[in-house]
């Protein structure tokens, strides 16, 4: 597991930093702007639709060799970009090449991870997912924070290189892992849960807000930045506070696991996210309140994901999960291609989009939560990834 959480968090570092780089570079470079932006976020969706068929039919087995195929391609696709940098169109095409890679990894990872956990206990499986949660959230928010450092000293198209190197080291190094499932244990993980029908459709509809909170933050961040004349560094500093306040919930929830009921989480974050919403409309000035409003964010979107993940771990089996969540980032795209189509009208209010995102996902899960009541005897949150 230690291999894993420390792979996952390189990946998870320069990834946040690559899609700063890109996003930023869409965003303020000639001919780029609010539609090219648009577009290449929406573009970046649509590989969720089919890549559930690329993994079935994929002729490699194994989380680890899955994920090393996926970075080999995430290192190519960049050295492309890298060379295609100056012309917005062709970094806006190849950036959906590059996230048909990335959510490739996205059940790559999950896969690994679940042949990591094969024979733990449920307590040390819990703390395990936490602990990787809690590692990869911070490594993603905190990526970003090192583009516009990285760009004072060498060009971007040299950092997205030497990323596209430390990709392909990942790589190589993830060959060197193996899993270590027996056969009994892979038909035990294979069996799970049995739990189907209504209650898997609302965490369909729960999973299916997670990207398109994360998608309309990292598109409405630059936009915001620009407009109220701010740099890449202000940014970076805005999207390690998001980062931050995921790890910080994850760190409290998996503190508290035992005396916290979701209740309280849902309710607390509703309130947060309604205040900090609040806050912004009455000082709309970038400065203090953005960076006390993400961060808010950040708490409260990472306390959902964290015991949203934790409730269908022990309502389904692994295989159920993925089939969940790869239905819900498909449709993910329609949400997606809605938001930001009503965000052309409203260009100056988009950064609204995710803090009413993540409310809904309270309502989402507040109805999971409601589904789940029946149960003889209610569990406390129990912390995962």
């Known amino acids: 597991m230690k291999r894993y959480t420390l792979y996952s968090g390189l990946y998870r570092f320069l990834n946040g930093l690559v899609l700063l780089l890109l996003n930023w570079h869409i965003a303020s470079a000639q001919g780029g702007g609010y539609d090219a932006l648009a ?6 969706f649509v590989p969720a639709v089919f890549v559930p068929l690329l993994i079935r039919f994929s002729p490699i087995t194994g989380g680890p060799r899955m994920t090393a195929a996926g970075l080999a391609g995430v290192a190519l696709t960049l050295i492309l970009i890298a060379a295609g940098y100056d012309h917005v169109p062709a970094l806006v ?18 896969a690994w991870f679940n042949d990591e956990a094969s024979g733990l206990d449920n307590v040390t499986l819990r703390k395990s997912s936490s602990t990787t949660m809690t590692v990869n959230q911070v490594a993603l928010m905190v990526g970003p924070l090192f583009a516009p450092l990285f760009t004072r000293v060498i060009p971007a198209k040299w950092v997205l290189v030497a990323c596209a190197v ?106 947060a996210v309604a205040a900090v919403i609040a806050i912004w409309l009455f000082v709309p000035a970038f400065g203090a309140p953005q960076m006390v409003a993400i961060f808010t964010l950040g708490c409260a979107f990472g306390s959902l994901r964290v015991i949203l993940r934790a409730e269908a771990a022990s309502s389904f089996s692994p295989r159920q999960v993925g089939a969940i969540v790869a239905n819900a980032n498909a449709f993910s795209l329609v949400l997606l291609t809605a938001v930001l189509a009503g965000g052309w009208l409203f260009s100056s209010q988009i950064w609204l989009a995710p803090f009413v ?20 005897e209610p569990q406390p949150i129990e912390v995962s990834a």
């Open 93 to 110: 095409a190849l950036n959906f090449v590059l996230w048909i890679f990335f959510f490739f990894l996205e059940s790559t990872w999950e």
């Open 166 to 271: 430390l990709f392909a080291v990942v790589a190589v190094m993830s060959l060197g892992s193996h899993s270590t499932t027996s056969s009994t244990e892979l038909a035990q993980k294979e069996a799970g849960p049995k739990t189907t029908g209504h209650l898997s459709v609302l965490y369909v509809l729960a999973f299916l807000l997670v990207w398109p909170i994360l998608g309309t933050f990292n598109f409405m961040l630059p936009l915001q930045a620009i407009a109220h004349g701010g740099s890449m560094f202000t940014v970076g500093i805005l999207d390690m506070l998001l980062g931050i306040g995921m790890a910080v919930a994850g760190i409290l929830l998996h503190r508290f696991t035992e005396v916290l009921e979701v209740r309280w989480v849902l309710a607390g974050a509703a309130i």
């Open 357 to 376: 995102l993540t409310l809904l996902l309270v309502l989402a899960f507040h109805r999971i939560h409601k589904a789940q009541g029946s149960r003889p």
């Open 39 to 44: 577009i290449s976020t929406t573009l970046s």
